[in-house]
């Protein structure tokens, strides 16, 4: 056989093994709810409805438009995040003190760090699922 249609061949062969993979876990994803990486997928109606929850539970973020980590927390959260309960520290920097942001206070606790919203329905106790 040509060195050039074996080649040409292994090619084909792998572009299939990833095909087969992709279409694999988008089936496990639509049927399961959650990606390959266990992270959750929720609809739009899930994401509005854990944040009424966690607005009526008083969560609260702590960030400010100048942290590019508070940057990506807003990413993260999307839409959403214009919903959210939000301290912006720069405005307030009584309130936040020393906090290392973006800062989630749920039930008087502070947890600290860019958080995806299936983390945050599991700490504020506002689960869909």
């Known amino acids: 056989m040509d060195k050039r249609l074996k080649v040409l061949l292994i090619v084909v062969i792998l572009l299939?093994?990833?095909l087969a993979f992709y279409l694999i876990s988008?089936?496990?994803t639509r049927s399961t709810g959650?990606?390959?990486t266990g992270k959750?997928?929720?609809s739009k109606q899930e994401r509005v409805l854990i944040v009424k929850c966690m607005n009526t539970e008083g969560v609260e973020l702590y960030c400010s438009t100048s942290s590019s980590n508070c940057l990506r927390q807003k990413e993260e959260l999307g839409d959403e995040f214009n919903?959210?309960?939000y301290v912006e520290c720069a405005?307030?920097?009584e309130e936040c003190g020393d906090l290392n942001l973006p800062a989630w206070k749920i039930d008087?606790?502070?947890y600290f760090g860019i958080q995806d919203l299936g983390k945050l329905s599991e700490m504020s106790?506002?689960?869909v699922r």
């Open 91 to 93: 405005e307030n920097p």
């Open 34 to 36: 959650y990606t390959i």
């Open 125 to 127: 106790g506002c689960k």
């Open 26 to 28: 988008y089936a496990i």
């Open 83 to 85: 919903q959210i309960n």
């Open 108 to 110: 008087n606790r502070f």
């Open 16 to 18: 299939l093994v990833c």
């Open 40 to 42: 959750a997928i929720y």
